[in-house]
Structure formats: structure tokens, C-alpha cells
Nanobody, 116 residues
């Protein structure tokens, strides 16, 4: 069964850091581009960061460049998102997304709340 499980969310003060993790079950992340998305209350889900399964290249939303870092550990089948210098506007539910074949899978999400 294909499943993505996120963890690491929580409540943090502005300027603080959090590290999110996403563990994949049922498929290997080495065969899939992996992405982190977030959804703030009342807003659409947006891409935050992505990492290629071919060459490990990364992409970031302009709003998080220089503050967030996506990485992966193929041996642990895990993708991480290190978030530094957090701002209140980073608040939202963070989702991990992966592909197995032509089907995309989403985790259940983890809540990140940044207080001013």
C-alpha cells in the first residue's frame, strides 16, 4: 500500500525553525520527484519545494528561498524540509507529494503555526 506520512509540524515563534519529515511506504522515493506543498486557511494549496529523483536538483517558491531546504535520504525513504527564519505567513498545513507510476499520492499533512 502506497502511503506518505508527514511529521515534525508544530507551533513556533517567528524567527524559529522546524524540520518536517515525510516517510514513503510502498514505493521508493528514488523513483519519484518529491514535493512539499502547503495550504494556508482560505488559500489554495501551493508548491513550497521540490527535489528531482534524477539529479537531486531542487526548486523553491520565491517566498521561501534562502530559508527552506529540501533534502532526501533514499536509504530511509524519507524527504525532509528544513525551515528556518519562519514567518507568520508560513503558517499552514504542509503536505508531502510523491508519484508512483502515473499516480500522485499525498500525505495527510502536518500543521505548522508560526506566531508573531
Amino acid at each position: 500500500q502506497v502511503q506518505l506520512v508527514e511529521s515534525g509540524g508544530g507551533l513556533v515563534q517567528s524567527g524559529g525553525s522546524l524540520r518536517l519529515s515525510c516517510v514513503a511506504f510502498g514505493f521508493s522515493i528514488s523513483t519519484s520527484p518529491m514535493n512539499w506543498y502547503r495550504q494556508a486557511p482560505g488559500k489554495e494549496r501551493e508548491l513550497v519545494a521540490g527535489i528531482s529523483n534524477f539529479d537531486g536538483s531542487t526548486i523553491y517558491a520565491d517566498s521561501v528561498k534562502g530559508r527552506f531546504t529540501i533534502s532526501k535520504d533514499n536509504a530511509k525513504n524519507t524527504v525532509n524540509l528544513q525551515m528556518n527564519s519562519l514567518k507568520p505567513e508560513d503558517t499552514g498545513v504542509y503536505f508531502c507529494r510523491g508519484m508512483y507510476g502515473t499516480t500522485q499520492y499525498w500525505g495527510q499533512g502536518t500543521q505548522v503555526t508560526v506566531s508573531a
